[in-house]
T-cell receptor, first 116, second 109 residues
Framework: DTEVTQTPKHLVMGMTNKKSLKCEQH?????MYWYKQKAKKPPELMFV???????INESVPSRFSPECPNSSLLNLHLHALQPEDSALYLC???????????????FGPGTRLTVL | AQRVTQPEKLLSVFKGAPVELKCNYS??????LFWYVQYSRQRLQLLLR??SRESIKGFTADLNKGETSFHLKKPFAQEEDSAMYYC???????????FGQGTILTVHP
């Protein structure tokens, strides 16, 4: 299995809702990432997990809460989002070298999130 | 700080013409450079990485450290090459991948 999968494909939520995005990979990668992508813009890094530990948080608001339950799974919990948070949320994974440096990243298809 | 610049937002060529998508970077160490491609309604996928020096779908890219550039080239463009292309740089900071703003390539028949 050489893919990163994401569920759901689409999500519509109100500003008071709580929802979660899910990402899964079975390539044995030990680094996983969340990105936010607006239309016709490059992906913006949100979080990086290395060996199931949060290693980078790019000053993301606390209404986004990542979780890495195991080496294959990555979740993004959403609460009290704003309409401007509407975007495509991408998950990615990569190998890590013995020194902890990442390889190239494999991306999932994304979850299209709309906040009403 | 790491930065990637793609000067062209849009690039249009005719089928069979050569194409070059420009990428310049700024990084104090030894970066790893990539080209990613995003076809319409498809996921972002790796096209090239400078370390492997491969040719994928006829595309090549050479890292020029003196000019801090990593331009993507193809001698004969095809209509199926139409897509968004992102140049990206990875420093040594645990996988922080910095993307350029992207270039939309359109290949006309």
């Amino acid at each position: 299995d050489t893919e990163v999968t994401q569920t759901p494909k689409h999500l519509v939520m109100g500003m008071t809702n709580k929802k979660s995005l899910k990402c899964e990979q079975h390539m044995g990668h030990r680094a996983m990432y969340w990105y936010k992508q607006k239309a016709k813009k490059p992906p913006e890094l949100m979080f990086v997990y290395s060996y199931e530990k949060l290693s980078i948080n790019e000053s993301v608001p606390s209404r986004f809460s990542p979780e890495c339950p195991n080496s294959s799974l990555l979740n993004l919990h959403l609460h009290a989002l704003q309409p401007e948070d509407s975007a495509l949320y991408l998950c990615a994974s990569s190998q890590l070298s013995l020194l902890g440096f990442p390889g190239w990243q494999f991306f999932g298809p994304g979850t299209r999130l709309t906040v009403l | 700080a790491q930065r990637v610049t793609q000067p062209e937002k849009l690039l249009s060529v005719f089928k069979g013409a050569p194409v070059e998508l420009k990428c310049n970077y700024s990084y104090s160490g030894s970066p790893e450079l990539f080209w990613y491609v995003q076809y319409s309604r498809q996921r972002l996928q790796l096209l090239l990485r400078h370390i492997s020096r491969e040719s994928i779908k006829g595309f090549t890219a050479d890292l020029n450290k003196g000019e801090t550039s990593f331009h993507l080239k193809k001698p004969f463009a095809q209509e199926e090459d139409s897509a968004m292309y992102y140049c990206a740089l990875a420093g040594t900071s645990y996988g922080k991948l910095t993307f350029g703003q992207g270039t939309i390539l359109t290949v006309h028949p």
